[in-house]
C-alpha cells in the first residue's frame, strides 16, 4: 500500500463560535477516489474548505498531513501550488469570462507561469472536452451565463483534468444537482482518473445515486462533524434503505 497522499489525523474545527469537526481522522493515498457523504450541515464542505486552507475556518486540534508535511500554516496559495484542488467557486456575477479564458488563468496560477499559449491551452481543452463528451461550444460560453447545475460541474471537472491536481476535491453546490449534473461527476471522475491513475480524489455529495456511478475506494459517512462509517460503494443500499440516521450517534 503506498504512503498517505492525505492523512486527517483527529482534525477538529470551528467557525465562529461553532465546533464543526469533532475529531475527524482520514486517509487518502494516491490514486484513490474517497466519497464523503452525510446529510445537510455535517461538515462535509468544511473539510473540503480547511484542507484548502480557506481563512474562515480555524484548525483548534489535529493535523492536516499532506505527504506526511504538516500544512495547517500554509496559505491556500501554498496549497494550491502543492496540488491541491478545490474546484473553484466563483461569484454569480463574473461575466465576459469564457471558459477557455478562465481555464487559461487558472492554469497559468497552478503553474506559476506568467503567460499560458493559448493555443496550447486551447488543444489540451479540446482534447478534454472530446474525452468528457462535451460539446466544443461550451469553451466558448461566458462563464455563468446561464450555465445549468451540470454545466458548472463540467465546467469543474474541466478545471480538474487540466489543472491536474495531486488532490482534488469536488464539493456539491448548495442549490442541489439535477441528473444531469450526477451523470457529469461521475463520468468526470471515472474518465480524469483514467487519464491520471495517481490523483487522489475525493467527491463531496449527499447523494447516493453517485456512489453507484463512481464506485469509489471508499465511502465516509459524516455525520456532526465526526466520521461515523466507512465502507465500500456498498454502503449506499444500506444509504439508501436507513437514511444517514442509522449512523447518529444516540443521544441519551
Ligand atoms: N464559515 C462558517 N462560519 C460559521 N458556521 C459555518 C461556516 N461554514 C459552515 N458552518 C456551519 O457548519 C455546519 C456544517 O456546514 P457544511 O460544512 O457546509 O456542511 P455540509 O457541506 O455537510 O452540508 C453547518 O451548521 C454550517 O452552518
Ligand atoms: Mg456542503
Redo the contacts with the bound molecule.
Keep these: 500500500m503506498s504512503a498517505p497522499l492525505l492523512e486527517l489525523r483527529n482534525l477538529h474545527v470551528r467557525?465562529?463560535g461553532?465546533d464543526?469537526l469533532r475529531g475527524v481522522d482520514l486517509i487518502v493515498r494516491a490514486g484513490e477516489v474517497h466519497a464523503l457523504m452525510?446529510p445537510?450541515?455535517?461538515?462535509?464542505?468544511?473539510?473540503a474548505n480547511v484542507v484548502m486552507g480557506h481563512p474562515?475556518?480555524d484548525v483548534t486540534e489535529g493535523q492536516i498531513l499532506l505527504n506526511g508535511e504538516d500544512i495547517a500554516t500554509w496559505s491556500t496559495d501554498e496549497r494550491a501550488r502543492a496540488g491541491i484542488f478545490l474546484a473553484f467557486q466563483y461569484p454569480e456575477a463574473i461575466s465576459g469570462i469564457s471558459v477557455v479564458q478562465f481555464l487559461r488563468q487558472a492554469i497559468a496560477a497552478r503553474k506559476q507561469l506568467e503567460e499560458l499559449s493559448v493555443l496550447e491551452v486551447r488543444m489540451d481543452l479540446m482534447e478534454w472536452m472530446d474525452r468528457l463528451g462535451m460539446d466544443p461550444a461550451f469553451a466558448e460560453r461566458h462563464l455563468n451565463d446561464g450555465f445549468s447545475g451540470g454545466e458548472r460541474k463540467r465546467n469543474e471537472v474541466l478545471q480538474m483534468a487540466l489543472l491536474d491536481p495531486v488532490l482534488a476535491f469536488l464539493d456539491e453546490t448548495d442549490s442541489g444537482l439535477d441528473i444531469d449534473a450526477l451523470r457529469v461527476v461521475a463520468r468526470g471522475v471515472r474518465t480524469v482518473r483514467e487519464a491520471r491513475p495517481s490523483m487522489g480524489i475525493v467527491v463531496?455529495t449527499h447523494y447516493v445515486k453517485l456512489l453507484e456511478e463512481i464506485l469509489p475506494d471508499q465511502v465516509h459517512i459524516?455525520v456532526d462533524g465526526r466520521i461515523e462509517h466507512s465502507g465500500g460503494p456498498e454502503l449506499a443500499e444500506e444509504i439508501e434503505a436507513k437514511g444517514y440516521d442509522a449512523w447518529r450517534p444516540v443521544t441519551t
Excluded at 445537510?40 to 473539510?47: E, P, R, V, W
Design positions: 467557525a465562529e461553532n464543526i452525510g445537510n450541515g455535517a461538515g462535509k464542505s468544511t473539510l474562515g475556518y463531496v459524516l
